[in-house]
């Protein structure tokens, strides 16, 4: 699926082509993604211009003139293809400017399409609750500790809670976790200040170098210009199981299993 340093290498891409352009024409060649199209979508986008666009934790924001902001999630495969050479059987919505066509192409079908009043989304119920971007000022070591106050679950459980940070996955909190010198394992409210001081610059740090690098390319996720990330060439401890650790004179990666999901962190260096 692709992570938050994936959409918004997305959100960066579109913008550079469609911000500030009208909106000419929206076809969709099918009736839904997860969920049906909205009722009202070529209505209110055909003819509308594009105001912004933005991301709230690992959906897609395009805001228009009027009043209303389309918010796109990837699912599992999803992605934007800017001026494609040739349609794809799963382009299954286009919306075109005066220059460009913009393809959102879904082959498994889990992403969606929603439409929404601009001054509603933080009451929409996917956003109501989630905690502050990773990548803002309400991420901070003050935060995290009132938020982990007594929890027994996990750290790395914790930070996958989209009510504590909003946006962050498994591959980046198995890479933060590592770099901050915190054991996945470890209990959220055992995880002490100076810890917590630590973790919060090396969240951004290993989000930026995602975002520069293009984002993680895991399986078949690319950027709407079609390039393919490579931060998954630099990972730490993400499927690096059985590999020494890129700490001098550390231990080996081990995988664990934690909710469902696998979990790669350094037993020597991670406390």
């Given at each position: 699926m692709p992570e938050?340093?994936?959409?918004?290498?997305?959100?960066?891409?579109?913008?550079?082509?469609?911000d500030g352009e009208r909106i000419e024409r929206v076809v969709l060649n099918r009736p839904n993604l997860r969920r049906?199209?909205?009722d009202d979508l070529i209505q209110v986008m055909t003819g509308a211009r594009v105001v912004g666009l933005s991301r709230r934790a690992k959906y897609g924001l395009?805001?228009?003139?009027?009043?209303?902001?389309?918010v796109f999630h990837l699912g599992m495969s999803g992605r934007w293809r800017i001026d494609p050479e040739e349609p794809d059987k799963h382009d299954h919505m286009v919306m075109e400017t005066a220059d460009h066509q913009f393809a959102l192409c879904d082959p498994r079908r889990f992403?969606?399409?929603?439409?929404?009043?601009?001054?509603?989304?933080?009451?929409?119920?996917?956003?109501?609750n989630l905690g502050?971007?990773?990548?803002g000022p309400g991420l901070t070591a003050a935060h995290l500790k009132t938020a982990l106050?007594?929890?027994?679950?996990?750290?790395?459980?914790?930070?996958?809670?989209?009510?504590?940070?909003?946006g962050l996955g498994n591959i980046y909190v198995c890479e933060a976790l590592w770099r901050a010198?915190?054991?996945?394992?470890?209990?959220?409210?055992?995880v002490t200040r100076p810890q917590l001081e630590r973790l919060i610059p090396v969240i951004v740090d290993v989000l930026e170098a995602s975002i520069k690098d293009g984002g993680s390319s895991l399986r078949d996720y690319a950027a709407p210009d079609?390039?393919?990330?490579?931060?998954?060439?630099?990972?730490?401890?993400?499927?690096?199981?059985g590999e020494p650790c890129r700490r001098d004179n550390c231990g080996t990666i081990r995988r664990i299993a934690q909710g469902g999901r696998s979990t790669w962190y350094c037993p020597t260096c991670q406390k």
């Open positions: 938050l340093p994936e959409v918004e290498t997305t959100v960066r891409g579109l913008a550079r082509f469609m049906p199209f909205p395009i805001h228009v003139d009027r009043g209303s902001t389309l992403g969606s399409v929603d439409l929404l009043n601009s001054d509603e989304l933080d009451r929409w119920p996917q956003f109501a502050p971007e990773p990548l106050k007594g929890k027994s679950q996990s750290i790395k459980l914790c930070l996958l809670d989209q009510r504590i940070v909003a010198g915190i054991h996945p394992r470890k209990a959220g409210g055992k079609g390039e393919l990330g490579y931060f998954a060439t630099r990972f730490d401890v993400y499927g690096r199981t």
